[in-house]
């Protein structure tokens, strides 16, 4: 029988310093550029200290609720309806950077691919737990393979390709860990092969970040500029770094230096020292996440907490992987330090979600 424990203070200490950390290197990478475009040097900082605010208050309310009312079908279906109607809507409104992915809400902005991973995670936990041994049949599998391929495709054509792969790489693994035999993923893998290599060859921007990754010097000033930036940066930062508000690259040099390329500015002004002890941070919350997930007293709570511990951390490897030229260059947040609100606020609701879990064991 379940028992009630205390919460993983450890698990909620890596959280918590790794969105302090975030406040502070968003302040620094982005400063100079707040104040040339918005009068202020404390306009993202702001912006994401208000998001924090708020994602911490979910955080909070997510640790508090008992998470086995989650598996409610009701509360399921809703929740990857409501992914589906936002997904579907966000296409027909005005683009930003020539893409369909922020609703906007006054100020505010809603990623509505940020409800489909925690829509995902949670389909796939309820799917898994009430299937069980069943999971292996097709009749049980495909509800489950139709969910990730559909919001992957609506994903894909906002087009956001990396947060597409996140979010099936994510269920994939929690599938695997399932027990799906290893025969669905071989037959997966050529459809899913092939939807990448026309996503990729029938783009021509998309086509040149491949290149540039297999050769990043071969176009420095145009189709590489960002990688090679990154890779400066990073390089520039030494053992020790330049000192915190010392780094040049984010001087409008590297793009986007307070979102996606945060962690350049992290290993210019930090050094490598800083650098690994980020990533040491995320390696501690993929610890923690996952013993939740072993103690947890069912299915649904194993499977939840291991399925938003690996989409947080996965999207954190991606992140620091495309910055230091290990994969290809994606527009994807490093959780919890990148600047961003919707992306911030579910990172935050899926601790809480996962220290949740923390609290029962057997």
Known sequence: MAKKLSTDLTLLAVTVALLGFGLLMVWSS????????????????????????????????????????LRRPGVVYAVAGAATVSLIVVLFLNPVNDTHRWIRLGALSFQPA??????????????????????????????????LGWFGFLILIQPDLGTAFTLVLAGGVMLFVAGVKTRYFVILAVPVVAVLYLAIVTVDWRLKRILIFLDPWSDPLGAGYQLRQSLIAV????????????????LFYLPYPYSDFIYAVIGEEMGMIGALAVLLAFVVLLWRGLK???????????????????????????NISVTLGLMPTKGIPLPFISAGGSSLLFALVGIGLVANVSQHAD
């Open 292 to 318: 939740a997930a072993r103690g947890a007293p069912d299915d649904f709570g194993r499977f939840l907490a291991a399925g938003l511990t690996l989409s947080i951390v996965l999207q954190a490897f991606i």
């Open 30 to 69: 982005s400063s100079a550029l707040a104040q040339e475009r918005y009068g202020s040097p404390y306009y993202f900082l702001v912006r994401q200290a208000v998001w924090s605010v708020i994602g911490l208050a979910a955080m909070v309310a997510a640790l508090r609720l008992d998470y086995r009312s």
């Open 114 to 147: 940020e409800l489909a991973k925690l829509a995902v995670v949670l389909f796939l936990a309820y799917q898994i737990e009430r299937r069980g041994e069943r999971m292996n049949e097709l009749q049980a599998l495909f509800p489950a393979l139709l969910l």
């Open 235 to 250: 390089g520039s930062g030494g053992l020790t770094g330049v000192g915190l508000m010392e780094g040049t690259q984010k």
